[in-house]
């Protein structure tokens, strides 16, 4: 199948615009090539196109293709059979929650939960497959389309995703510290549990704009995590509800079977409530949209520091090397040829003439 943009590269991980199909079966794919399809007709979309290497999808990831959410990018079509993996993909171009959330005058606690409720809906179609997605954090939270009022949230980045297998230990240190659970930062057995941590420390921002565990330096966020010290601060929880605090709470809980799973989380009353009385706490509680908007331009201007100091290391290594190779190769070819030279010259000694 030939291409449809001309800058596609093996790996890539951004969105990239490709002529819009309608559903799966307007590919027309060639069936002894595609093995892959999404079960589900979709209503006209904009598809974006992901190529990668089809030895790093696993199972798990091909069941994840097959099914069907509405909170992850749904997968259009897949061609799995060639050595790379095209993944027509639903294409996500409203960007991150956060950056739409800043842009609002006012936000209740009643329409901060129809975005916590659509993460919750992601997590847990994840983790009824029993995969763990390791790194939920605001920059994956994407929007499907900004402009209505209550859009619909994608999930994204599922690089550190892994499956838990019952009888199977699984280790590692990863993530973004902000946002690991003590877990992960203690090098223990992970499971589903580390999601739940990172969805309280998500709620805990989007309400206050403030950061439960984020201290000035790595070592210190990493020391408050795994303390458990978190406050509800006054100053930037005034207004919000207890309904929202003890949603957190059993959230932000050391010991992993006393922390909320997806499922407890999806009734918890601040979520789903259960009676009028608990519907008007959230219509009349307001998230801290002042101090959020604060935090934000904060949180982007570090993050572009961040990305700007990448951006230079990589370019004085790639300089650096781009200037070490020639003279390195111009000294190997001068060596090699002053010692062939005088491999040369003892080989064939130069013949005294007979007059000398």
């Not at 900004?146 to 297998?165: R, S, T, V």
């Not at 989380?265 to 002042?290: F, G, Y």
Request: net charge neutral; glycine share 4%.
């Amino acid at each position: 199948m030939p291409c449809a943009c001309p800058h596609l590269c093996a790996f890539a991980e951004r969105c990239l615009p490709v002529t819009p199909v309608s559903s799966p079966c307007s590919l027309s794919p060639d069936p002894t090539q595609a093995s892959l399809h999404s079960q589900h007709l979709l209503p006209p979309l904009k598809p974006a196109l992901t190529i990668c290497d089809k030895q790093i999808i696993t199972s798990w990831q091909k069941s994840l293709l097959m099914g069907h959410s509405q909170v992850l990018v749904t997968v259009l079509s897949a061609f799995l059979n060639a050595p790379t993996c095209l993944l027509f993909r639903t294409r996500v171009s409203g960007g991150e929650l956060f950056d739409f959330l800043a842009q609002k005058e006012s936000l209740s606690e009643e329409e901060a939960t129809s975005f916590i409720k659509q993460i919750l809906d992601g997590v847990n179609y994840l983790h009824a497959k029993k995969i763990a997605h390791f790194d939920l954090k605001p920059e994956n939270i994407m929007l499907l389309d900004k402009n209505i009022p209550i859009p619909h949230i994608k999930l994204i980045d599922f690089g550190l995703a892994h499956e838990i297998e019952d009888g199977v230990e699984f280790k590692n240190i990863f993530g973004t510290p902000e946002f690991v659970a003590p877990e992960i930062v203690n090098y223990e057995p992970l499971g589903l549990e580390a999601d739940m941590w990172s969805i309280g420390v998500i709620t805990y921002i989007l309400l206050s704009g403030a950061s439960p565990f984020l201290g000035d330096t790595k070592q210190e966020t990493l020391a408050n995590i795994t303390a458990v010290s978190y406050d509800f601060d006054e100053e930037f929880f005034s207004q919000t509800s207890e309904l929202a605090k003890d949603f957190i709470r059993k959230l932000l809980v050391k010991e992993t079977r006393k922390r909320l799973t997806i499922e407890e989380a999806l009734r918890h009353p601040w979520i789903t409530p259960v009676d009028n009385q608990q519907a008007l706490v959230r219509r009349e509680s307001v998230v801290n949209l002042e101090n959020f908007k604060k935090q934000y331009v904060r949180r982007r201007w570090k993050l572009s520091f961040s990305i700007v100091s990448l951006c230079n290391h990589l370019t004085r290594s790639l300089m650096k090397k781009v200037h070490l190779r020639p003279d390195e190769d111009l000294r190997n070819c001068e060596s090699d040829t002053e010692e062939d030279i005088a491999k040369r010259k003892a080989l064939h000694p130069r013949r005294r003439s007979s007059t000398s």
